[in-house]
């Protein structure tokens, strides 16, 4: 059990460009979370993958932001024309994929929009 | 939105005291979690406990839930300057354990 690894940790853009990170889960790990934290709160929910298919999408999931996880492994999530508003940290969770089960979350990306 | 609320938003003790932390949620639920994350790192599951336990413990944590009250506590006992960090209740909300967190409670252990 290697973790969930994410990468990079930081990213520093400029406004208006595009971004993209990547997830790679625990491998034997069907579902796959992603979430955004900003400083002061909890994680919120934006995405969750049961093996390559996107179950659910948040509100907080504008036409800006796609996800996706070709053949249900690493997941990808890339941000078009970046905002101040994207900037936050980026975290990604994987599950077994039944029953309860606690998520085991990456270190995340920390996205800083200049 | 978040479901979860922790209170209180900020905790400072002394080492070897205990901690308490209360999160109340809105909707009915499956589990109740609680984790814990170091500044600039990701979360880290303590515990989980069932709709239908009341309390739980694990090493120096124990968890209560009150399923009608809609509340659940998380007490640290004998507090360590390690124990330091934000620490979130989260819950499950439809059937693939999406877990939808609070906001947090910082907790700071002094030496």
């Known amino acids: 059990d290697t973790g969930v690894s994410q990468d990079p940790r930081h990213k520093i853009t400029k406004r208006g460009q595009n971004v993209t990170f990547r997830c790679d889960p625990i491998?034997?790990?069907?579902?796959l979370y992603w979430y955004r934290q900003t400083l002061g709160q909890g994680p919120e929910f934006l995405t969750y993958?049961?093996?390559?298919?996107?179950?659910?999408k948040s509100r907080l999931l504008s036409d800006r932001f796609s996800a996706e996880r070709p053949k249900g492994s690493f997941s990808t999530l890339e941000i078009q024309r970046t905002e101040q508003g994207d900037s936050a940290m980026y975290l990604c969770?994987?599950?077994?994929?039944?029953?309860?089960?606690?998520?085991?979350f990456g270190n995340g990306t920390r996205l800083t929009v200049t | 939105s978040q479901q979860g609320e922790e209170d209180p938003q900020a905790l400072s003790i002394q080492e070897g005291e205990n901690a308490t932390m209360n999160c109340s949620y809105k909707?009915?639920?499956?589990?109740l979690q609680w984790y814990r994350q170091n500044s600039g790192r990701g979360l880290v599951h303590l515990i989980l406990?069932?709709?239908?336990?009341r309390e739980k413990h694990s090493g120096r944590l124990r968890v209560t839930l009150d399923t009608s009250k809609k509340s659940s506590s998380l007490l640290i006992t004998a507090s360590r300057a390690a124990d330091t960090a934000s620490y979130f209740c989260?819950?499950?909300?439809?059937?693939?354990?999406?877990?939808?967190f609070g906001a947090g409670t910082r907790l700071a252990v002094h030496p």
């Open positions: 491998s034997e790990h069907n579902r």
């Open positions: 993958f049961q093996n390559e298919a996107q179950l659910e």
């Open positions: 969770a994987s599950s077994p994929g039944t029953g309860l089960s606690p998520l085991h």
């Open positions: 989260a819950t499950d909300s439809g059937g693939y354990n999406k877990l939808i």
């Open positions: 406990i069932r709709s239908n336990e």
């Open positions: 909707t009915s639920i499956n589990n």
